[in-house]
């Protein structure tokens, strides 16, 4: 039973990731099918690895060899995202120790730090309560008004709690990065992201003033930044950076998201509903 759970697991997994055909529709759209295919798969293996281990080995003859390798495959992958996990944790909170050593003053009634480089960039960096980090590149190139929006942009990113749930995505892309389409459908999460917080943002300022910030830091930013941790300037690849500019400059008509995109998640916990059947059946042997 085991072994043909996890081939299951797997074969579902797969074919629901090879769906992904490039980004369609609106902003919202977008996003719960993106989510919804980055989700499922890993969520899927995740449910069936814990019943697996949960319901542990059976004892059937020749069977049992099988049964034996499925529970010790499954240990192995729930060690390896565990392994994963705090993996990320740690480097997560380094840097976050790093951006801590940064001086800290206000900026327009913020409490920010700001790092000395003149490379212009700004990120929220943390977990649930994120810590403002701007560099005195990007105080140097924008004006007030500009300078405004960008922070705006940064706290639409506070606001959605990004930092937050964007390392658990991160932990579940680093755990099913052999799935087809992993990659596309992590950057395409990643540009909605900053499409949600650019639309955020442009709710309180101007969205000109904002698209005028990108392309005055970007068109600052030299090639070796492309390592920079920054949400709002960091360099990216043209097609995105046009992508939010046309966002800002001419924004979709969105409609209210269909929740119900996101509930046949709940069909990727299917392999747990095996576990009271599983316990029922030994309990009879026993009996």
Request: glycine fraction near 6%; charged fraction near 15%.
């Amino acid at each position: 039973m085991h072994p043909a759970m996890i081939l299951a697991a797997l074969a579902l997994a797969w074919c629901f990731r090879l769906r992904w055909s490039g980004s369609r529709g609106n902003w919202v759209e977008r996003w719960q099918r993106a989510l919804f295919l980055f989700l499922f798969s890993p969520v899927l293996l995740m449910t069936t690895v814990l019943a697996v281990l949960y319901m542990g080995p059976e004892e059937r003859l020749f069977w049992q060899g099988l049964e034996n390798f499925s529970h010790l495959l499954a240990s192995g992958f729930l060690g390896l995202a565990g392994f994963l996990c705090l993996k990320l944790a740690s480097q997560s909170w380094r840097s976050l120790q790093q951006v801590r050593t940064c001086p800290q003053f206000k900026l327009m009634g913020k409490r920010s730090r700001v790092l000395d480089t003149p490379i212009p960039f700004s990120a929220v960096i943390g977990f649930w309560q994120p810590e403002l980090l701007v560099s005195q590149g990007l105080l140097n190139t924008l004006d007030g008004a500009h300078l405004r929006a960008v922070l705006k942009h940064e706290q639409g990113h506070y606001y959605y709690r990004d930092t937050f749930w964007f390392f658990w995505l991160g932990w579940v892309k680093s755990y099913t990065a052999w799935l087809p389409h992993t990659e596309a459908l992590w950057q395409e999460l990643l540009l909605l992201r900053e499409l949600r917080a650019d639309r955020w943002a442009a709710q309180q300022v101007d969205p000109l003033l904002l698209a005028e910030s990108l392309l005055l830091v970007v068109s600052n930013l030299p090639v070796q930044s492309d390592n920079c941790c920054a949400a709002f300037s960091c360099a990216a690849p043209r097609s995105r950076l046009e992508e939010r500019i046309e966002a800002l400059l001419a924004p979709e008509l969105i409609h209210q998201p269909r929740s119900w995109n996101l509930i046949w998640l709940v069909l990727a916990f299917l392999p747990l509903a095996a576990v009271p059947f599983h316990t029922c059946s030994h309990s009879g042997i026993g009996h």
